[in-house]
């Protein structure tokens, strides 16, 4: 997987993409990552990449000119031909860069990330350049640098061999990876299946006062799945109920949740 980046501040990812998974798969060759400094691709003294939008507002837009020419000096097919490339607009107007999005993703040869900044770029970088418009919360950053760390981190960890236990992120919050639902009982609790991840507990095995459940010790892996099923339902219910509505369930998570919102009223 190569991973193109395109900013105003390239010295911002010496620090992020250097640690953990990212730098261990960088030193495996799983992955490449170049950034390609925008000021490079100016022609005036100042190196200009802004300039103020027509009809007037607050603010400066990034010009059209460096973006086009860094993408194109990268050998990037047109948007039409693309196959298994992307040109990724980061924009708090774009779609939400959730985990579908990021297995998506994973599965190309390449990926170029534009950091934009001040109050937008040219509008016509998102309508013939980049191919999506990724915003990685409902909130504003300052520019996309962070956006793309993220998305480069969370791409990473999809790609195999990148992850010491490949299962880790069938596991892991968010995943819609997993087996199927069994007919007549839950999924098995080694996929997310679409929910937050169950709880964790680890030595020691008690703490402060705080026990950990006897469930997790009585080493029956029928009542531990259970146990994590249930755990992982109440606590999608609880902080993000909005993924329950796509998420694989069957009738007995289903009775499950009835009964917790049940208990609520």
Not at 16 to 30: T, Y
């Amino acid at each position: 997987m190569k991973f193109e980046i395109l900013t105003i501040f390239p010295d911002f990812f010496r620090g992020p993409l250097d640690h953990g998974i990212v730098r261990r798969a960088r030193e495996a060759g799983l992955i490449d990552i170049g950034v390609h400094d925008l000021r490079a691709f100016t022609r005036d003294k100042h190196r200009t990449v802004d300039d103020r939008p027509f009809g007037g507002g607050e603010g400066m837009v990034f010009k059209p000119e460096p973006l086009f020419e860094c993408v194109e000096s990268l050998g990037v097919a047109p948007c039409e031909e693309r196959r298994r490339e992307s040109v990724i607009l980061l924009s708090a107007a774009g779609q939400r860069f959730r985990q579908d999005v990021a297995e998506q993703l994973a599965g190309l040869a390449r990926i170029v990330l534009i950091c934009g900044r001040y109050e937008g770029v040219d509008e016509r970088v998102a309508e013939h350049l980049a191919d999506r418009e990724l915003s990685v919360g409902d909130f504003v950053l300052s520019g996309g640098e962070r956006g793309a760390a993220i998305v480069v981190d969370v791409v990473t960890r999809l790609i195999p061999g990148a992850l010491g236990n490949e299962a880790s992120a069938q596991q892991e919050s968010f995943s819609s990876c997993g087996p199927a639902v069994p007919a007549g009982r839950p999924i098995a609790t080694c996929a997310s299946g679409g929910l937050l991840d169950y709880p964790h507990y680890t030595r020691p095995a008690e703490f402060r006062g705080w026990s950990v459940p006897e469930v997790l010790v009585n080493g029956n892996h029928e009542q531990i799945r259970r146990w994590r099923r249930r755990k992982a339902l109440e606590k999608t219910l609880r902080n993000r109920p909005d993924l329950l509505e796509q998420a694989g369930l069957s009738q007995e998570d289903r009775d499950w949740i009835a009964s917790l919102r049940g208990a609520k009223d």
